[in-house]
Antibody, heavy 118, light 110 residues
Framework: QVQLQESGPGLVKPSETLSLTCAVS?????????WAWIRQHPGKGLEWVGS???????YYNPSLKSRVTISLETSKNQFSLRLSSVTAADTAVFFC???????????WGKGTTVTVSS | QSALTQPASVSGSLGQSITISCTGT?????????VSWYQQLPGKAPKLLIY???KRPSGVSNRFSGSKSGNTASLTMSGLQAEDEADYYC??????????FGGGTKLTVL
């Protein structure tokens, strides 16, 4: 079945850029779904960070838009997240997700914890 | 883009039924039949329970059902079981390929 696996540094310094990658198994990321990042602050709810279509069109949460970049890496069948100028408020668990276009999120990665601290 | 409103917590006894509400606006819940619900067990990733307001993915128990009226969607769980104790999140499509989640509801099974 389709599997997603997040990877990246677990600790990022304030003002630096958070970079995460999501490796997708058993499904080509160019085949027709959207791909998204969702984050969850400690003890809090879920927040949609942004999405990218199978063709590379991007959509971002307005509250994060100025700092977020999501991209496809088709040769590696993975997609990535970059969040710039991070602060402690960006400390969260980040999930990568497969999204049925304009609809539901059916496959989730296990999540990776990112802490912003000096 | 404001979060959808869910009760912070609900509780029910084994075998009982409970309903979790999810209130949005005419720009999200009220405008699209594209509400989904997710179950998050402690320390785990969320799992899709309901999509398109009422539909269940293959493998999800028919004890879970969804509905919508106006700007409010609801998740009903019947025959509560101990393993249903988890956090539950609603999510609505909000247009232009954007999504908004609810704040989450913690279900306690008594």
């Amino acid at each position: 079945q389709v599997q997603l696996q997040e990877s990246g540094p677990g600790l990022v310094k304030p003002s630096e850029t958070l970079s995460l990658t999501c490796a997708v198994s058993n499904y080509s990321i160019t085949s027709g779904y959207f791909w998204a990042w969702i984050r969850q602050h400690p003890g809090k709810g879920l927040e949609w960070v942004g999405s990218i279509s199978h063709s590379g069109r991007t959509y971002y949460n307005p509250s994060l838009k100025s700092r977020v970049t999501i991209s496809l890496e088709t040769s590696k069948n993975q997609f990535s997240l970059r969040l710039s100028s991070v602060t402690a408020a960006d400390t969260a668990v980040f999930f990568c997700v497969r999204v049925f276009p304009d609809n539901y999120m059916d496959v989730w990665g296990k999540g990776t914890t990112v802490t912003v601290s000096s | 883009q404001s979060a959808l409103t869910q009760p912070a917590s609900v509780s029910g006894s084994l075998g009982q039924s409970i309903t979790i509400s999810c209130t949005g606006t005419s720009s999200d819940v009220g405008n699209y039949n594209l509400v989904s619900w997710y179950q998050q067990l402690p320390g785990k990733a969320p799992k899709l329970l309901i999509y398109e307001v009422t539909k269940r993915p293959s493998g999800v128990s028919n004890r879970f059902s969804g509905s919508k009226s106006g700007n409010t969607a609801s998740l009903t769980m019947s025959g509560l079981q101990a393993e249903d104790e988890a956090d539950y999140y609603c999510c609505s499509y909000a247009g232009f390929s954007t999504w908004v989640f609810g704040g989450g509801t913690k279900l306690t099974v008594l």
